[in-house]
């Protein structure tokens, strides 16, 4: 009964963003750990077969590699490249493959082939850029020459040629259903769409800088251009107008790519990071992590089963979703979860329902498990309820717990028996959470009492401690003598601060009273 009596320890309040576990989190998590893949060069290009078996190719250095999607396992390698390859892509129905190259050319090869089929001439700089039309019929290629140029696939001749690009041509993309149209973004800054029947530029968007990527939605409207670290929107059918931008990287964007079903859109970038947006809002809602600069990315098309991510360091992630028994998919998730969050609400709703005034009410005891701190404060044993909140398993995950039984313990004024006669362990683990957590705002004042009274009572017996335990009081006190430090010098700027603010206010009452003056009217007396 005295436990009930008994209030449990309440954390200190701290205003910590905590990530809530949605269906997007879910899905995007659920592509599990990395595996990682060593190329001989920087990772310039990564593209999936557009139908089964959904393989992918690896562009890196003078190579193409080409992977299962099942088992990961390199199926082929195409070397017959003379010098760097560059943008490596499948044709619709996966049979044909095309890349650049640094010496000028572009080859054609088949997808279960070595040798090229078609070599393509007439570039006079690096191709960077190589895709297939919209038709299967014809590759469009973009170079450091500044060109864009249209080939027919059989003849090996080029149909169009297209100059209006001042500067490098990186990234391309067509418009899904549109044979006629292909988009390209330029070291220029602009973003142009060529019509290959009539030979002409038919819009002209400047993004701003260096554009990177671009990508087209299925509904023939909106046009998605990457450059710096902005994401831009543009509405097609009405000139080129921007719809949106988006800025949520550090550094530049170097790749982009759409989930199956055009709902998601993802972003990698030179920070290190890949963001995956909603279309409709185009608000973050997952954030991964990777241990290098991000050159190229491709999510394959079989209901984003696998991310393929290539970086600076000569290395591909591979992350391949978890299979569940039912072959979960996003849209599974999402009603999986408002499924829980249904059953949850109705279970909060039969809690709080109201008993009829002839029912007959049974009252349900519940035993209040307290936590093992409490249980020893409850027993007005201090000291080792400070040891319990200072395990591995309370004070690193919830320190405010820990801040809050220190709190409890300066409220009973027992704090100085509390910290007496500690173990080296025991005084180690205090030292370490002060150092630890001391800066934090939210603690620093109940942490400074508390370390001043540990150093009270350890100091006149600083010959008997241990080495290590010395060590970690020196270690302590870098600690506070740098937060002091930080201090003085945040003081200092305050005081620059309300000198700079209140000598602009002196400065704007005297233009005040000059203006009134001038507009003042002036009376003059005529003798």
Known sequence: MASRRFKSTEPVAVYADEKESNADYDYWKSLGEPSIVNQVGAVWHVAFQPCKPYNYAVTASSRVKIYDSVSGDEVRSLNRFHDIAYSANFRADGRLLVAGNEDKQIRLFESSGRYPLKIYKGHT??????????????????????????WEIETEKCLNQFKDHTDYVRCGTTIPSVDSSIITGSYDHTIRMFDTRSNTNTMTIDHGDVVESVKAFPSKSILLSAGGSCIKVWDMLHGGRLLASVSNHHKSITCMCLNHDFTRLLSGSLDGHVKIYDVGSYQVLHDIKYPAPILSMDLSPDEDRILVVGMTNNTVSIRQRKQTKSGSNMTELINKTKNNRRKQSLYINDQQLEANPDDIMIKHSEREELQKYDEFLRKFDHSRALDAALSPFVAPKTPQVTVAVLEEIMRREVLQSALAGKSDKKLIQLIKFLARNLPKPFFEKTLIEVACTLVDIYAPMWRELDEQVRRHFAQLRMVIKRESSLKMEMNRLMGCTEIIISNNQIQAAAIKQQRRAAAAPVCTVTS
């Open 125 to 150: 700089g690096p191709v960077r850029l190589t895709d297939f039309c919209q038709d299967s019929k014809h590759i469009f290629s973009g170079s450091d020459d500044r060109s864009v140029r249209v």
